[in-house]
């Protein structure tokens, strides 16, 4: 994908006009009553420039992140020693082998209190790919997503003092966490598999500086 940097701004849609703050809903309103405007034959003519520049503004924006079951709750748990012969019991016996946990007997606390336990600790190694548990199933991030084309968009319009657009993009995820690719991991640690890409709508508004996104759909 070529990062484009002709501005899609006042020189092509007329001069900028008054605009809200980001998030101002009346320009979402406006969006909302743009469509059905789409026009055909746009495709690849609009630059993506505006929502790169939204993107690169906040790498939080650009994180890809989904489901992810690991079966530990919290950072230490203690069993009773017959956990060992369960069924439920074999991934965390392939997350020892793997080193992302440690089992070990020992005497328990709270409600096993002086009883013997099966203690499950996860290790530095769990912390530094999964982070802390606090859930058996947490939203971890997997990769990045950025937009690749713009599809669609409804012809710029003024409305409420306002140009505004909504933009229909195809947005492209990569998943990059070296831990999707251990097929021994990812056996015990399940996952849902991010689509290769997905769509994404965004409202633009025009401001002095040219197009900007104001909002996602």
């Excluded at 309103?29 to 690849?44: D, E, F």
Aim: glycine share 6%.
């Amino acid at each position: 994908m070529v990062l484009r940097t002709e501005a899609w701004g006042a020189s092509e849609y007329g001069p900028a006009c008054r605009h809200a703050p980001a998030g101002d809903p009346r320009a979402r309103r406006a969006a909302r009553r743009l469509r059905g405007q789409s026009q055909s034959g746009h495709q690849g003519k609009l630059p993506e420039g505006p929502i790169q520049a939204y993107e690169q503004a906040d790498p939080q924006r650009t994180r890809l992140c989904t489901r992810v079951t690991t079966g530990m709750e919290d950072a230490s748990a203690d069993y009773r020693p017959s956990v060992r012969q369960e069924d439920y019991y074999v991934p965390m016996v392939a997350l020892a082998k793997l080193g992302y946990l440690t089992i070990t007997d020992t005497t328990g606390q709270g409600l096993f209190a002086s009883q013997k336990v099966v203690r499950n600790t996860v290790t530095p190694k769990f912390i530094q790919m999964f982070g802390t548990p606090n859930s058996y199933t947490q939203d971890i991030c997997v990769g990045t997503s950025s937009v690749e084309h713009v599809d669609d968009f409804t012809s710029p319009a003024e409305m409420l003092g306002y140009q505004v657009s909504q933009v229909e993009a195809t947005v492209k995820q990569t998943v990059t966490a070296a831990w999707t690719k251990d097929a021994a991991l990812t056996k015990v640690v399940r996952y849902r598999v991010p689509a290769a890409e997905r769509k994404q709508r965004y409202v633009l508004v025009l401001k002095d500086s040219g197009w900007a996104v104001d909002s996602l759909r």
